[in-house]
T-cell receptor
Framework: DARVTQTPRDKVTEMGQEVTMRCQPI?????VFWYRQTMMQGLELLAY????????DSGMPKDRFSAEMPDATLATLKIQPSEPRDSAVYFC???????????????FGPGTRLTVL | DQQVKQNSPSLSVQEGRISILNCDYT??????FLWYKKYPAEGPTFLIS?????DKNEDGRFTVFLNKSAKHLSLHIVPSQPGDSAVYFC?????????????FGKGTKLSVKP
């Protein structure tokens, strides 16, 4: 049963520290998404990649957030420096994105719960 | 400004009864709509979807209705079961132009009481 995996599952850090979250998409999926879930905003799209190329990162605070896909099996989201307002659950999702919306389901990982003190 | 709105943060229903979750959207360019279900400490999972060219899609106990003129969709669960207790997210996509990225509502927490 193919799944999206994310590490770490939980991260507690202090303000100003660097945080790196990792995601392994489902093998064969060409599109990877990063979302953030907060009580106030719900699920927000931060960035997404297709075939490892960034397509849209307009949802991300540019000064402190960065997203990369060093290879097809790894996506990373980095926050430097972290701030208390970054506390949220960060989800990675992957999908086949064939152009047929009836089959282009996004599969979510379990999330990384980030707490910045 | 939220393009996809779920105005009810929570809903409580008795087991066996119908659950109706509502969602409104503002962008008439959206052409595909989805519902995701989320349990605590897990990621959202796809539940059911509907294209804008349809007004109803059914999958077992789950039916999604789309009213394009009202920019409204709803998810019906009949009969509701305790295992349906979860947060339900409505999502919309402008598939023709946005390569499939989704705009989510804030979610509705459904509690099904035995």
């Amino acid at each position: 049963d193919a799944r999206v995996t994310q590490t770490p599952r939980d991260k507690v850090t202090e303000m100003g520290q660097e945080v790196t979250m990792r995601c392994q998409p489902i093998l064969g999926h060409n599109t990877v998404f990063w979302y953030r879930q907060t009580m106030m905003q719900g699920l927000e799209l931060l960035a997404y990649f297709r075939n490892r190329a960034p397509l849209d990162d307009s949802g991300m605070p540019k000064d402190r957030f960065s997203a990369e896909m060093p290879d097809a099996t790894l996506a990373t989201l980095k926050i430097q420096p972290s701030e208390p307002r970054d506390s949220a659950v960060y989800f990675c999702a992957s999908g086949p994105q064939t152009g047929d919306p009836s089959t282009d389901t996004q599969y979510f990982g379990p999330g990384t719960r980030l707490t910045v003190l | 400004d939220q393009q996809v709105k779920q105005n009810s943060p929570s809903l409580s229903v008795q087991e066996g009864r119908i659950s109706i979750l509502n969602c409104d959207y503002t962008n008439s360019m959206f052409d595909y709509f989805l519902w995701y279900k989320k349990y605590p400490a897990e990621g959202p999972t796809f539940l059911i979807s509907i294209s804008s060219i349809k007004d109803k899609n059914e999958d077992g106990r789950f039916t999604v209705f789309l009213n394009k003129s009202a920019k409204h969709l709803s998810l019906h669960i009949v009969p509701s079961q305790p295992g349906d207790s979860a947060v339900y997210f409505c999502a919309a996509s402008f598939y023709g132009g946005s390569q499939g990225n989704l705009i989510f509502g804030k979610g509705t927490k459904l509690s099904v009481k035995p």
